[in-house]
């Protein structure tokens, strides 16, 4: 495998006198899938929001191409598309527009083209000019997942992005995740289906095995 596109260094997160990540050490190479997986409440989240700079760790680094990781900053926003588990979406816009919005912040080219094969992929064509409000929770999730596959990047952070999608949805994504390793794009996959992570994820991380809670 290539050089490490992302890399995260001495992760420490604490909660009070709760020790949720002590040291962590993660690569993720270009075309490459790492699995982060563990039992409830063993970091994974929080892992990835310290990544990705949503959560501030107490101590550690984290890298793009050798810069620092803050979606804060124009240059690595565009290299990184990343879906945690809380979703908000503009109340106001529909899936479409919202998609479409998205797209064209991110200077996707092609946005229409791009923002119509993905709304044809998730399965939202149908409901593309209703308001996110009235979608069920899978078609949520699908409208989440869509946002991040209209934007360009390089690298994927996706928290559970099997939760609440049907059997269909679990199967098409495992092959848009290969499909993005194809493309020479790292992904970050935490996860609780074991079948979606053995399909997908090249190496993984487990969390949980010896927490810390003094
Ligand atoms: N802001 C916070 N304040 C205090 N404790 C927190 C905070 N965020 C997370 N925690 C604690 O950190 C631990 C890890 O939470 P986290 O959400 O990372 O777990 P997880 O591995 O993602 O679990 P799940 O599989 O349920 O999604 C939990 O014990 C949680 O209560
Ligand atoms: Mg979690």
Redesign the pocket.
């Known amino acids: 495998m290539g050089e490490a596109l992302l890399t995260v260094r001495g992760i420490t997160r604490r909660?009070g006198d709760r020790t949720?990540l002590s040291g962590l050490d993660l690569d993720v190479a270009c075309g490459e899938a790492v699995g982060v997986v563990?039992p409830?409440?063993?970091?994974?989240?929080?892992l990835l929001r310290c990544i990705v700079g949503a959560d501030e760790a107490d101590a550690g680094t984290s890298t793009l191409a050798g810069e620092p990781l803050d979606e804060r900053v124009p240059g690595i926003r565009r290299d990184l598309a990343v879906v945690l588990d809380d979703i908000d979406f503009f109340p106001d816009l529909s899936v479409v527009e919202h998609l479409d919005l998205v797209a064209r912040a991110h200077a996707q080219p092609d946005a229409e083209e791009v923002v119509n094969g993905v709304l044809d992929e998730v399965g939202l064509m149908e409901v593309s000019g209703q308001l996110p409000s009235t979608l069920s929770s899978g078609q949520r999730r699908r409208l989440a997942l869509a946002s991040a596959f209209v934007r360009p990047r390089r690298l994927l952070v996706l928290d559970e992005p099997e939760a609440r999608l049907d059997v269909d949805g679990v199967a098409w994504l495992g092959d848009k995740l290969v499909a993005e390793k194809g493309a020479g794009r790292a992904v970050l996959l935490v996860s609780?289906d074991p079948a979606l992570v053995a399909r997908v994820c090249d190496r993984v991380v487990r969390?949980g095995a010896d927490r810390d809670d003094a």
């Not at 409830?40 to 929080?46: A, E, H, L, Y």
């Open positions: 909660f949720i563990g409830n409440g063993s970091g994974k989240s929080t609780h969390l």
